[in-house]
């Protein structure tokens, strides 16, 4: 951290700083720390809900080009600061607080698009900048990056980049890796460096990809192009209702094995379905509710369409037509405002974790045992969405409705469920979960609290797509 | 606490970002503190934590007045949590703690004495009594001192429709400014007085040009408890209900919605189809539909409390055009003030009116 505001060296410093960033990029004013102290980690939240003082980064700078995050991240290498990069602060997993104190580096001043390259069909443009504001700005010109997560409105490119950010999309389009073509970074040294041009090489490995989800760990994004895509003739959707998550399972699994190209696959679980689809879409069923889509000319997603409808219905669920499969679409942000979003006091946690389609569903059941077995006041429910040919997401969450009331019983209580099972008793009754776990499943930041040990990180989403 | 009231709102955007992307002010702020989340955590903590929490972060009372009221972010709320009436609410307690921050006390102090936002203008057409006049025309501050020609293009269309006008044109603030600085018992009194006038001329129907005037006599006056009795209409759909002799336009404009009338009153469509009714072919402005082009239309004196972050929204609205040359068409006469007379490039813009009357038969 630096030094406090009374002593000489912090002038010293500050004045450093302003020089590299200018009047416009630096801030120190209560507001600003405050509003850079709590991102969308339930953690933070708690703490604030709970009046404890917040931990407050000492001074938020906002560069608005390349050479004045490489003065930043000089400056702060030589005086040994934190730097906490900081896009939109709407990450789940703390992974832009301030933990440290030290220098904030918001990167939203640089939003800047660079070039619309419509030959090639990417776009180059500065991480700063708001994904929907992003997004608008691409579709007036006559294109789509395809990027819808849920975040999309508060989280910036170079949140999404710095941690594998997921839109709604993925099935057809591609996570935030595979839209990336290639990167501008500034290291910790203040170095800036570029990355290849374009993502496809005859020998050696990928630095882009090593950039790319890294969580700041490595440098701040400064630049990036990306792909884009012709806004599509045709999307649609469709929507059924499983008597259960295994026949839905199934058939999205065959929809996927057919090797269909859907935009989105989205599976409710029961709870899941039972309480956030009946809040939003207001079906008041049991069962499992999936929807799917598809986009690009009107005749090819038809004959897509009526395949994929063809396959669900070998497992004889309820059909909800293209008219709730549209609902869902339409509401696909809905899910993520007050009052249909979880709050405090609440506490809840999300566990992303990827796995085959021969694993997917033993990791559900085993979580699930996992998290009501060890914690009986938590509720345990989930999605599966960002679909593969091999597997999807599990996009699992736990709630507790009344969590204890003090802010250190409660964080203690809320670190136990991300921690492997307590006791012999546990393990044993969740061996799947540890088998599958530790053998199968890719789980970069579930199960695990977050990293407090990075001077860098800025956001991944609302968790992501969803 | 009045924000005791708004605790529901307070509670909905502490932890919320979906509407970063279209707050006014922290379009050109890039101030986490100037998103709903960054002002409900501050009066959070004043909810917690009391009135002093102003004392110890002094930043946080200046943070609230550097918001911008578009209620942009309120009506893209899926619930439409009413993050603008928090704000309200939180710098009424800051007045009544006698807490405001120094400059809005100074720009308070102004208005309460009858000062405009600048003298009036010499072209400005004057006041008048009209024997049983059709409706009255109320003139606000920004369009009798900067911007004549909104109320000259109005009266010129009413001749041509055949009107009897009375003109009316205060002396001072109606009330509006100074509610959304805070001062409520203030904008209360100059309520009051405005509302006499209306009651004593006796008109039936009273019109105005500026979105912010018709806010107060439709929204706010009743809040306050006081009542007008009368009609009053946006000029935008007193217009559109007139049989006009136009002559259609051949010219392609961008219509920038007004904060009041779209984020306050839903009125997205009336004023759009007055310029289709002119023949004008209509363009999509920016890249959306959603964030706010007043320029700090909602927060009325915004030119005078915020210059420099009025600098910027203007900064933004250019370079948000599609052209230089684009011609630009907006409801409101402090929004056509901004663009017309406050900063550089040039920018083309007309008022409502003018481009009505631009196409009156000749």
């Known amino acids: ?466 | 606490m009045h924000l005791d009231s708004f605790l529901s709102v307070i509670n909905a955007c502490r932890f919320c970002f979906m509407c970063r992307h279209i707050d006014t002010t922290a379009c050109v702020s890039y101030k986490e503190s100037d998103i709903p989340r960054g002002r409900a955590l501050i009066l959070d903590r004043v909810r917690m934590n009391g009135m002093a929490e102003f004392e110890r972060h002094p930043d946080f009372a200046a943070t609230l007045y550097d918001c911008a009221l578009s209620a942009a972010c309120r009506y893209h709320c899926v619930s439409n949590y009413d993050e603008a009436g928090l704000v309200l609410a939180a710098r009424r307690d800051l007045v009544e703690a006698k807490m405001v921050p120094a400059d809005v006390a100074a720009l308070a102090g102004k208005l309460q004495q009858g000062a405009m936002p600048g003298p009036i203008s010499p072209d400005c057409p004057a006041p008048t009594t009209v024997a049983n006049a059709d409706i009255a025309y109320l003139i606000d501050g920004y369009t009798a001192a900067y911007q004549p020609e909104v109320a000259v293009a109005f009266l010129k269309i009413a001749a041509a429709a055949g009107l009897k006008v009375q003109v009316v044109r205060p002396e001072g603030c109606i009330g509006k400014a100074l509610l959304t600085l805070g001062y409520q018992a203030a904008a209360k009194e100059a309520a009051a007085a405005f509302a006499q006038t209306v009651r004593e001329s006796g008109i039936a129907t009273w019109v105005t040009s500026s979105p912010a005037a018709y806010d107060a006599l439709v929204r706010d006056y009743p809040e306050l408890g006081v009542e007008l009795g009368v009609k009053v209409e946006h000029t935008s759909t007193y217009l559109l209900g007139l049989k006009l002799p136009l002559a259609a336009a051949n010219q392609t404009v961008y219509y920038l919605d007004s904060d009041f009338l779209r984020n306050y009153h839903d009125l997205t469509v009336p004023p759009r189809d007055l310029l289709a009714a002119c023949g004008y072919t209509l363009r999509p402005f920016g890249t959306n539909p959603e964030e706010s082009y007043g320029l700090g239309e909602g927060a009325v004196v915004f030119d005078l409390l915020r210059p420099g972050l009025t600098g910027k929204l203007r900064d933004r609205l250019v370079g948000l055009m599609d052209t230089p040359d684009d011609l630009l068409v907006t409801a409101s006469p402090y929004t056509k003030y901004v663009l017309a007379k406050l900063g550089t490039p040039a920018v083309r813009v007309l008022s409502l009116e003018e481009a009505v009357a631009g196409q009156l038969a000749r």
């Open chain 1, 1 to 466: 951290m630096l030094p406090s505001p009374d002593n000489y060296m912090f002038r010293m410093i500050y004045s450093e700083l302003l020089d590299a960033v200018g009047p416009e990029g630096i801030r120190v004013d209560d507001s600003e720390k405050l509003g850079h102290s709590i991102d969308y980690y339930w953690m933070p939240e708690m703490w604030h809900d709970r009046n404890q003082p917040p931990r407050t980064p000492d001074v938020v700078v906002l560069p608005d080009n390349t050479q004045a995050v490489a003065k930043v991240m000089k400056i702060a290498n030589s005086y040994k600061i934190p730097v906490t990069p900081w896009g939109g602060g709407s990450g789940s997993q703390g992974g832009a607080l301030p933990v440290y104190g030290g220098i904030i580096l918001d990167t939203k001043r640089m939003n800047r698009i660079l070039e619309i390259d419509t030959e090639s069909l990417t776009i180059t443009c500065e991480t700063g900048a708001n994904t929907q504001q992003l997004e608008w700005a691409v579709e007036k010109a006559g294109y789509s990056t395809m990027h819808f997560p849920a975040s999309i409105a508060c989280a910036t490119l170079g949140g999404f980049l710095a941690h594998r950010g997921t839109g709604v999309l993925s099935t057809k389009y591609g996570k935030i890796e595979d839209m990336v073509m290639s990167l501008e970074v500034v290291t910790p040294e203040g170095e800036i460096i570029n990355t290849l041009p374009v993502p496809r090489h005859a020998s050696g490995p990928d630095l882009t990809q090593l950039f790319v989800g890294s969580e700041g760990t490595l440098g701040v994004m400064t630049k990036v192009t990306l792909k884009i895509h012709p806004i599509p003739e045709a999307r649609e959707f469709h929507a059924f209702l499983f008597k259960d998550m295994h026949s839905a399972m199934a058939a999205g699994r065959n929809i996927m094995a057919s090797r269909l190209r859907p935009a989105v696959i989205r599976l409710y679980d029961g709870p899941e379905t039972a309480k956030l689809i009946k809040k939003v879409l207001g079906i008041e069923r049991q069962g499992a509710y999936l929807v799917f889509g598809f986009d690009g000319d009107k005749e090819m997603v038809d004959l897509e369409m009526a395949r994929a409808c063809a396959i669900c219905r070998q497992e004889n669920p309820e059909d909800l037509g293209t008219e709730m499969g549209k609902a869902w679409w339409d509401h696909r942000y809905k899910f993520f405002y007050p009052p249909y979003m979880f709050q405090l006091p609440q506490a809840f946690g999300t566990l992303d974790t990827v796995a085959t389609f021969a694993n997917i569903e033993k990791v559900y059941w085993a979580m699930k045992q996992t998290v009501e077995t060890n914690f009986p006041q938590a509720t345990y429910i989930g999605h599966f969405s960002h679909w593969y040919e091999w597997g999807c997401m599990l996009y699992a969450r736990f709630i507790i409705d009344q969590p204890p009331a003090d802010p250190g019983e409660a964080a203690n209580l809320y670190n136990r469920i991300w921690d492997p099972p307590p006791s012999p008793t546990a393990a044993s009754s969740t061996s799947t979960t540890a088998s599958a776990s530790s053998s199968v499943v890719s789980c970069p930041s579930s199960m695990a609290p977050p990293s407090t040990s990075s001077s860098a990180s800025s956001e991944p989403s609302i968790p992501t797509a969803s």
